[in-house]
C-alpha cells in the first residue's frame, strides 16, 4: 500500500521503517529538516537497537523515503499520525497542539476514501472530535493505538501482541484497508481487537496506567520489606508464580520513566477530571507518588552508605537513560538522583553508554565521563541506576580497585548482593535486607523477650519518677 506517516520522532521513524519493511511504499514527513535529513542518510536521531541498520536496508529499497513537504504524502491511502503528545505546560493534561497541526496540515490534500490513522497516545474523545475535521474531505479516520517498548520497538511494530482497531460504527472499508497494512501479522494469528474509537483510545492508556500500577505496587512491597527486613525480589518470585499476577513488571527498584508511563497516567487521570469521574482514578496519584518516592529513597541509601552526609563526597552514578538499551532521559529515574546527588552537596561522575548527550541537553550542570571505569575512579559511592548489562557484568574486586570506598547501592536490584559483600562491598539496594540474617528493627520479638523489655521499661520508669 501507499502510506504516509506523519511524525519522525520516535514512534513515526519506528513505523515509517517497519512498513517500509513489510513491503509498503512509504513516505515519513517531519516540519524538522534536521531531522529528514539524517533519517533520510540512515541516521536515527535517537538510539533504538537495530534501527540504523534497518533504514539502510529499507531505503536502499527505495519504498522508503522521508520529505518536510505536506505535498509529498498527497497519493498515499493510509496517512499515519505519529506526533508526539507531551505533558501540557503547567498542567498534567496532554498538548494535543502536535495531533491538531498535524491534522490541520494533512487535510488540503487528503483524497476522498483516503483513510487517516491516529497512533499518538491521546485522551478518550480526541478522536470523535478530529473525525469531524477529515469529514467534509471524504477521507475517514481510525484509531490504532501504538504498543512499542523503547529497545524492543521494531519486534513491536513487525510481531506485535495484538492489534487494535478504533473505527466509526460500520466503517467496514476502514478495517478492510488496515488489515492490508498488518496483512502479515494478521496471517501468523496476531489478535485482533475492532471497537470504536473511544475504547481503541482508553486501551493504550488503560494498558500504560495498569503496567505502572503494577510497578508501584511492587515498590510499596519494597517499602514494606525495608521496614521488616523483608526481601522484595524473592517476594516479587513468589508472587510472580501465581498465574492470576504473573512476574512481569513487578522488578522492585527506582521506578518507571520515560515518555509514556508518567506522562499518560497523568494524562489519564487530568482527562477524568475533565469528565466528572476523577474518582474513579485515585489510586493512580497514589501509583505516581509511590514512584516518585523511590527516587528519595535512593538518595537517603547513597548518604547512609557515605556516612551520614553526602557534602563533599564523590558519587559514581551509572545509568542516565529511563531504561536500558536507550537514548531517553525523559522524565529518567536516574538522571533525576543524579541530579538530586548534586544538590544535595554531592561531587557526581555520571555515565551512561548511550544517554550522555540526551542527559546533558537537560542536566548541563553534572559532570560526564564516557566508561564507567572513570566515574567510579575515587568515587566514595556507586549508583547503579539503569540496569545495562555492562554495569550487570561488572566485578566487584575490578571495580574495588579503584574507588575510595567499597560502597554500592543498587537502584535496580539488578546486582548480586552476596557476591558483592563476600569481595567487601557495603551492598544497599531498595527493598532489600542491608545483610543476610541482619537484625532488623521491624522484626517481631518473641512474647518472652517483649515481656523482659516492658518490665525493664517499667522499672526505668519507677526510677524517672521517684527521682
Known amino acids: 500500500m501507499r502510506i504516509s506517516v506523519i511524525g519522525c520522532g520516535y514512534l513515526g521513524a519506528v513505523h515509517a521503517t517497519c512498513m517500509a519493511q513489510l513491503g509498503h511504499d512509504v513516505v515519513g514527513i517531519d516540519v524538522d529538516a534536521a531531522k529528514v535529513a539524517a533519517l533520510a542518510a540512515a541516521r536515527p536521531p535517537f538510539f533504538e537497537p537495530g534501527l540504523g541498520e534497518l533504514l539502510e536496508?529499507?531505503?536502499?529499497?527505495?519504498?522508503?523515503?522521508?520529505?518536510?513537504?505536506?505535498?509529498?504524502?498527497?497519493?498515499?491511502?493510509?496517512?499515519?499520525?505519529?506526533?508526539?503528545?507531551?505533558?501540557?505546560?503547567?498542567?498534567?493534561?496532554?498538548?494535543?497542539?502536535?495531533?491538531?497541526?498535524?491534522?490541520?496540515?494533512?487535510?488540503?490534500?487528503?483524497?476522498?476514501?483516503?483513510?487517516?490513522?491516529?497512533?499518538?497516545?491521546?485522551?478518550?474523545g480526541t478522536a470523535a472530535m478530529l473525525s469531524h475535521v477529515i469529514q467534509p474531505t471524504g477521507a475517514r479516520l481510525a484509531w490504532n493505538p501504538e504498543f512499542l517498548r523503547e529497545g524492543f520497538a521494531i519486534s513491536d511494530t513487525v510481531s506485535p501482541d495484538r492489534i487494535v482497531y478504533g473505527v466509526a460504527p460500520g466503517d467496514a472499508l476502514a478495517e478492510a484497508q488496515l488489515d492490508e497494512v498488518y496483512a502479515g501479522a494478521l496471517a501468523v494469528g496476531t489478535p485482533k481487537v475492532v471497537t470504536d474509537y473511544a475504547t481503541a483510545e482508553l486501551v493504550k492508556v488503560s494498558a500504560n496506567a495498569f503496567l505502572a500500577t503494577k510497578i508501584s505496587f511492587i515498590n510499596a512491597m519494597a517499602e514494606i520489606a525495608e521496614a521488616t527486613g523483608a526481601d522484595v525480589t524473592q517476594l516479587a518470585d513468589a508472587i510472580g508464580h501465581d498465574a492470576?499476577?504473573?512476574?512481569?513488571?513487578?522488578?522492585?527498584?527506582?521506578?518507571?520513566?520515560?515518555?509514556?508511563?508518567?506522562?499518560?497516567?497523568?494524562?489519564?487521570?487530568?482527562?477524568?477530571?475533565?469528565?466528572?469521574?476523577?474518582?474513579?482514578?485515585?489510586?493512580?496519584?497514589?501509583?505516581?507518588?509511590?514512584?516518585?518516592?523511590?527516587?528519595?529513597r535512593m538518595v537517603d541509601?547513597?548518604?547512609?552508605?557515605?556516612?551520614?552526609?553526602?557534602?563533599g563526597k564523590r558519587a559514581a552514578v551509572l545509568g542516565l537513560a529511563f531504561k536500558p538499551n536507550s537514548d531517553d532521559v525523559r522524565d529518567s529515574p536516574a538522571l533525576d538522583v543524579a541530579a538530586r546527588l548534586v544538590a544535595a552537596g554531592a561531587s557526581v561522575r555520571a555515565t551512561d553508554p548511550k544517554a550522555i548527550e540526551t542527559a546533558r541537553l537537560r542536566h548541563p550542570e553534572l559532570h560526564y565521563v564516557e566508561d564507567w571505569t572513570d566515574a567510579v575512579r575515587g568515587a566514595d559511592v556507586v549508583l547503579v541506576l539503569t540496569e545495562w548489562d555492562d554495569y550487570r557484568r561488572l566485578d566487584p574486586d575490578a571495580v574495588g580497585s579503584v574507588v575510595t570506598r567499597r560502597a554500592i547501592v543498587d537502584?535496580?536490584?539488578?546486582?548480586?548482593?552476596?557476591?558483592?559483600?563476600?569481595?567487601?562491598?557495603?551492598?544497599?539496594?531498595?527493598?532489600?535486607?542491608?545483610?543476610v540474617g541482619a537484625e532488623h528493627p521491624g522484626a517481631v520479638q518473641p512474647e518472652a523477650e517483649?515481656?523482659?523489655?516492658?518490665?525493664?521499661d517499667h522499672v526505668r520508669g519507677d526510677v524517672v519518677r521517684q527521682q
Not at 263 to 277: N, P, S, T, Y
Open 301 to 311: 541509601l547513597a548518604r547512609e552508605a557515605v556516612g551520614g552526609s553526602l557534602a
Open 57 to 124: 536496508s529499507t531505503l536502499a529499497t527505495g519504498r522508503l523515503r522521508f520529505s518536510t513537504d505536506i505535498a509529498d504524502a498527497a497519493d498515499a491511502e493510509v496517512h499515519f499520525i505519529a506526533v508526539g503528545t507531551p505533558q501540557l505546560a503547567g498542567s498534567d493534561a496532554a498538548d494535543l497542539s502536535y495531533v491538531r497541526a498535524a491534522i490541520y496540515s494533512l487535510v488540503p490534500v487528503l483524497a476522498p476514501g483516503a483513510l487517516v490513522v491516529g497512533k499518538s497516545t491521546v485522551p478518550v
Open 450 to 456: 517483649r515481656g523482659a523489655e516492658r518490665e525493664a
Open 411 to 435: 537502584g535496580r536490584n539488578c546486582l548480586d548482593p552476596v557476591q558483592w559483600r563476600e569481595a567487601g562491598w557495603h551492598y544497599r539496594a531498595l527493598g532489600r535486607p542491608p545483610a
Open 244 to 296: 492470576r499476577i504473573g512476574r512481569r513488571f513487578l522488578n522492585a527498584g527506582l521506578g518507571f520513566g520515560g515518555g509514556c508511563l508518567p506522562k499518560d497516567i497523568r494524562a489519564f487521570m487530568a482527562r477524568a477530571e475533565e469528565l466528572e469521574v476523577d474518582q474513579a482514578l485515585t489510586f493512580l496519584r497514589s501509583v505516581d507518588a509511590i514512584n516518585l518516592r523511590r527516587r528519595d
